[in-house]
């Protein structure tokens, strides 16, 4: 099905044919791309041209593919450095991984959804779905219910409206109702869970990363298998996981992100 013409002008189209671009994961040709726009042949085509001459896209003459180009790489590279909790938090979850032998997902919050900034990936046993610079559901990720429970109240009904409830699994939060019963507990307890919500047989333990003036931020969670780890079994990291989001939260304190 096509996607509903953006009501941004030129610079809203350019930039959801980027955004089509990069859902591919792949480089793509410019007959699936067509199949997916709302525009007209020669109008998508000319948004490719103007894009590859702008090195905002790269294309490839042998396979006749687009790809995304070295010019938006820089600007990704530059957001990652100057808008993102990734650089500051690099150090303590490389220490967090190596501690706990398993991987680690630094995620931020993004219109109400999950955006994975950084991962490390510490065995080749599993892979979870999360790759840096995707964005995931924030209802049924331990990251993101971490976020959700210490939201400010009038932000959280805003964010919860923007959730759409889709059962991934059997496990996974069908409605807002239960979705607010679990973030009392996770206000209550510090730390939230992924219990197969978001893909079966991975789970997680997740911590939100807050400023020192109690302003979430983030939030961090160690994620492995279910045939490595239960998830009472994830309870042994709690504490190291914690004292990591509050090492992160104070070091983040003197830094502006956008909200």
Not at 176 to 197: H, K, M, N, Q, T
């Amino acid at each position: 099905m096509n996607k509903p013409i953006a009501s941004d002008g030129t610079v809203g189209k350019a930039l959801e044919i980027l955004d089509s671009v990069a859902e591919f994961g792949k480089p793509v040709r410019f007959s699936d791309l067509l199949d997916q726009s709302p525009y007209p042949k020669a109008t998508l085509y000319r948004f490719l041209q103007t894009l590859t001459n702008q090195n905002m896209l790269s294309y490839d003459d042998e396979t006749g593919t687009y790809s995304l180009g070295i010019r938006l790489m820089r600007l990704a590279h530059a957001a990652w450095k100057n808008a993102s909790l990734a650089p500051i938090a690099r150090p303590f979850i490389e220490d967090l991984s190596e501690k706990v032998g398993e991987t680690v997902h630094l995620a931020q919050l993004d219109h109400g959804q999950v955006l994975f900034v950084d991962k490390l990936h510490k065995t080749d046993r599993f892979e979870t779905l999360a790759r840096v610079g995707q964005v995931a559901p924030a209802y049924c990720t331990g990251v993101g219910k971490a976020m959700l429970a210490f939201l400010a109240p009038k932000r959280l009904q805003i964010v919860l409206q923007q959730q759409a409830y889709f059962k991934y699994t059997p496990a996974t939060h069908g409605s807002a109702d239960s979705l607010i019963e679990e973030l009392e507990v996770i206000r209550g307890e510090g730390i939230a869970f992924d219990r197969e919500e978001h893909e079966q047989g991975i789970n997680s333990i997740a911590a939100p990363i807050l400023s020192t003036n109690g302003r979430i931020i983030g939030a961090i969670s160690i994620a492995t298998s279910t045939n490595r780890l239960t998830t009472e079994g994830l309870n042994e990291f709690r504490a190291l996981l914690v004292e990591t989001a509050k090492k992160i939260g104070e070091e983040a304190t003197s830094w502006q992100f956008p909200s």
